[in-house]
């Protein structure tokens, strides 16, 4: 039996919501500064800001250069470090519980004083370009982006985090700036501490950091859900030596009730060393090295993917033998044995997880996004157990569907011609 989870939430004078958790026996914490939007919230003219945004937030303050920046950074003995996603923003780090006050001060600095010098500007153009030439250079990422525009055309979900290099010509010092000043405001953050560390004094540094904070709230654009897009893309490469594949489906959202016989599904599929697509694809016949299944979930949609890399020779071997797995979850009842070794890898992954404080951190910032409530690791586990293999057949069933099918092959692939008939799930 897991301890009880000692989480509380306190909202600061301005309006950000700040939630703690306390771990015991750990001598670190881990703080997370979110926004509650990420690049699916773009204007299309301008893909990719939130990302640059995001860079530009460490290139220095009125207060501090990039390089003490860096600096304070390295005497915390621990990282501080900011990513984008499709839904989010976030300032993280993790270091001893005594360093908090350091931190706190210097992610209040990066957020409430940011420089935006049009020199800086112009020289982390030039990096987030190269970044995005290192993703063309990567026939996996490559391949992920592709299929994602595909399968999400003509919707922000559909465009990468980075943009490309066409808006990145685009934008401006000012849109940067113009950025800043229209999402940046207590209603829409949020921030979310784990690890070793007093409740109340957390909330009254957070105050003191955070409190003062104060922008415009601006109008939000309700989020359209995309519409999933069935198609075939063959992508020449001619450079690979291997073809690369995805082989998606829809998914469910994050909050879906049905989100952990979704979970054990993949997991069977192909989420897991004694998986069957790694199994029979890899370890049976040797025609992989890498293959895999994965579930992407938002707040309203998501996909499910099989991902492979093959020889020319054997893709559409590789393809055969993948849908022959994915037609037999749908058709048999998987064995009680191999639901059970499931429910036991992702207990186990679960649980080893929460000894982390950045993963509990990351934990309370989606459970308040997704859910707008905490559900505790007795009631994940309870529900990872009351999965039947019942449920994971009707999870197959409603996904696996040939008029979801999605398909992204790339490398030497002029002579790789695959039909919608090869793969038929039906």
Same mark, same amino acid.
């Given at each position: 039996?897991?301890?009880?989870?000692?989480?509380? #939430?306190?909202?600061?004078?301005? $309006? +950000?919501?700040?939630?703690?958790?306390?771990?015991?026996? +750990?001598?670190?914490?881990?703080?997370?500064? &979110?926004?509650?939007?990420?690049?699916?919230?773009? =204007?299309?003219?301008?893909?990719?800001?939130?990302?640059?945004?995001?860079?530009?937030?460490? %290139?220095?303050?009125?207060? @501090?250069?990039?390089?003490?920046?860096?600096?304070?950074?390295?005497?915390?003995? $621990?990282?501080?470090?900011?990513?984008?996603?499709?839904? *989010?923003?976030?300032?993280?780090?993790?270091?001893?519980?005594?360093?908090?006050?350091?931190?706190?001060?210097? /992610?209040?600095?990066?957020?409430?004083?940011?420089?935006? =010098?049009?020199?800086?500007?112009?020289?982390?153009?030039?990096?987030?370009?190269?970044?995005?030439?290192?993703?063309?250079?990567?026939?996996?990422?490559?391949?992920?982006?592709?299929?994602?525009? /595909? /399968? &999400?055309?003509?919707?922000?979900?559909?465009?990468?985090?980075?943009?490309?290099?066409?808006?990145?010509?685009?934008?401006?010092?000012?849109?940067?700036?113009?950025?800043?000043?229209? %999402?940046?405001?207590?209603? *829409?953050?949020?921030?979310?501490?784990?690890?070793?560390?007093?409740?109340?004094?957390?909330? %009254?540094?957070?105050?003191?950091?955070?409190?003062? /904070?104060?922008? !415009?709230?601006?109008?939000?654009?309700?989020?359209?859900?995309? !519409?999933?897009?069935?198609?075939?893309?063959?992508?020449?490469?001619?450079?690979?030596?291997?073809?690369?594949?995805?082989?998606?489906?829809?998914?469910?959202?994050?909050?879906?009730?049905?989100?952990?016989?979704?979970?054990?599904?993949?997991? +069977?599929?192909?989420?897991?060393?004694?998986?069957?697509?790694?199994? @029979?694809?890899?370890?049976?016949?040797?025609?992989?090295?890498?293959?895999?299944?994965?579930?992407?979930?938002?707040?309203?949609? $998501?996909?499910? !993917?099989?991902?492979?890399?093959?020889?020319?020779?054997?893709? %559409?071997?590789?393809?055969?033998?993948?849908?022959?797995?994915?037609?037999?979850?749908? *058709?048999?009842?998987?064995?009680?044995?191999?639901?059970?070794?499931?429910?036991?890898?992702?207990?186990?992954?679960?649980?080893?997880?929460?000894?982390?404080?950045?993963?509990?951190?990351?934990?309370?910032?989606?459970?308040?996004?997704?859910?707008?409530?905490?559900?505790?690791?007795?009631?994940? +586990?309870?529900?990872?157990?009351?999965?039947?293999?019942?449920?994971?057949?009707?999870?197959?069933? =409603?996904?696996?569907?040939?008029?979801?099918?999605?398909?992204?092959?790339?490398?030497?692939?002029?002579?790789?011609?695959?039909?919608?008939?090869? #793969?038929? &799930? =039906?």
């Amino acid at each position: 039996m897991q301890e009880k989870q000692d989480i509380q #939430i306190h909202t600061l004078d301005n $309006g +950000i919501i700040v939630i703690t958790e306390r771990m015991e026996h +750990i001598y670190s914490l881990s703080i997370g500064l &979110w926004l509650k939007e990420g690049s699916r919230d773009e =204007d299309k003219k301008l893909l990719g800001i939130s990302h640059f945004t995001e860079h530009m937030f460490f %290139k220095g303050t009125i207060n @501090k250069t990039a390089l003490e920046i860096a600096k304070i950074i390295d005497s915390l003995g $621990g990282n501080i470090d900011a990513f984008t996603s499709k839904e *989010n923003m976030c300032f993280y780090g993790s270091f001893l519980e005594e360093h908090f006050p350091i931190a706190a001060e210097l /992610f209040s600095d990066l957020i409430s004083n940011p420089r935006f =010098d049009p020199l800086e500007t112009e020289k982390e153009r030039n990096v987030i370009i190269e970044e995005i030439k290192s993703i063309d250079d990567s026939p996996s990422d490559l391949l992920f982006d592709q299929f994602t525009r /595909f /399968f &999400w055309a003509h919707h922000p979900l559909g465009e990468p985090i980075s943009g490309d290099i066409k808006t990145m010509a685009r934008i401006t010092n000012n849109d940067v700036r113009n950025f800043f000043l229209q %999402k940046f405001y207590p209603h *829409n953050m949020l921030i979310t501490v784990a690890g070793s560390l007093d409740h109340e004094e957390i909330y %009254k540094l957070s105050n003191h950091y955070f409190g003062s /904070f104060k922008a !415009v709230p601006q109008p939000k654009e309700p989020r359209i859900a995309p !519409v999933n897009h069935s198609f075939i893309k063959h992508i020449n490469k001619s450079q690979l030596e291997q073809v690369h594949v995805c082989l998606g489906t829809a998914g469910y959202p994050a909050n879906d009730e049905k989100r952990y016989a979704y979970y054990l599904l993949n997991t +069977i599929l192909g989420g897991s060393m004694s998986s069957r697509l790694f199994q @029979k694809i890899r370890e049976e016949e040797g025609i992989v090295y890498s293959v895999l299944s994965l579930i992407n979930s938002y707040l309203d949609t $998501g996909f499910t !993917v099989v991902y492979l890399a093959t020889s020319k020779e054997n893709t %559409k071997k590789a393809l055969k033998l993948s849908s022959e797995e994915i037609i037999k979850l749908k *058709n048999e009842p998987v064995d009680a044995m191999e639901l059970e070794r499931a429910k036991q890898h992702i207990k186990g992954n679960l649980l080893l997880g929460l000894e982390i404080s950045s993963n509990r951190m990351v934990n309370l910032a989606k459970q308040h996004i997704y859910f707008d409530k905490f559900i505790s690791t007795e009631e994940t +586990i309870e529900s990872i157990e009351s999965v039947t293999v019942e449920d994971i057949q009707e999870v197959a069933n =409603d996904l696996f569907q040939t008029r979801y099918l999605a398909l992204a092959i790339i490398g030497k692939v002029n002579n790789v011609k695959i039909d919608i008939n090869e #793969i038929n &799930w =039906d």
